[in-house]
């Protein structure tokens, strides 16, 4: 079965931290690039961070840079987003998504393959 599944959302104070998780399965992980975009009430969805297929370069919205860290395992087929300082801004639903072209300003469209999302509340 071909699915993406976030975890590791939840309910923290701001200047707190999370780590997002996402496992992929069902298709070859290493030929994607992964992504996370977030969602919040009201908004469209928005580029949070992406990872070339290798890991090897990471790429981030300006709103999260040097406060976010995206990373992938292509062993254990998974991405995760660690997240510190957060604050109440970040509040969204996130989502993993997985793509094969590289954009410097990546839109939601560049993504075919999309997980559920997971729940990130900062409380101020």
């Known amino acids: 079965q071909e699915q993406l599944v976030e975890s590791g959302g939840g309910l923290v104070q701001a200047g707190g931290s999370l780590r997002l998780s996402c496992v992929a399965s069902?298709?070859?992980?290493?030929?994607?690039?992964m992504a996370w975009f977030r969602q919040a009430p009201g908004k469209e969805r928005e580029f949070v961070a992406q990872?070339?297929?290798?890991?090897?370069?990471?790429y981030y919205a300006d709103s999260v840079k040097g406060r976010f860290t995206i990373s992938r395992d292509n062993v254990k087929n998974t991405v995760n987003l660690q997240m510190n300082n957060l604050k109440a801004e970040d509040t969204a639903v996130y989502f993993c998504?997985?793509?094969?072209?590289?954009?410097?300003?990546?839109?939601?469209?560049?993504?075919?393959?999309w997980g559920q999302g997971t729940q990130v509340t900062v409380s101020s």
């Open positions: 990872i070339t297929w290798i890991g090897s370069s990471g």
């Open positions: 998504a997985a793509g094969t072209a590289w954009r410097a300003t990546p839109l939601s469209s560049d993504f075919g393959w």
């Open positions: 069902g298709r070859t992980f290493n030929r994607y690039i």
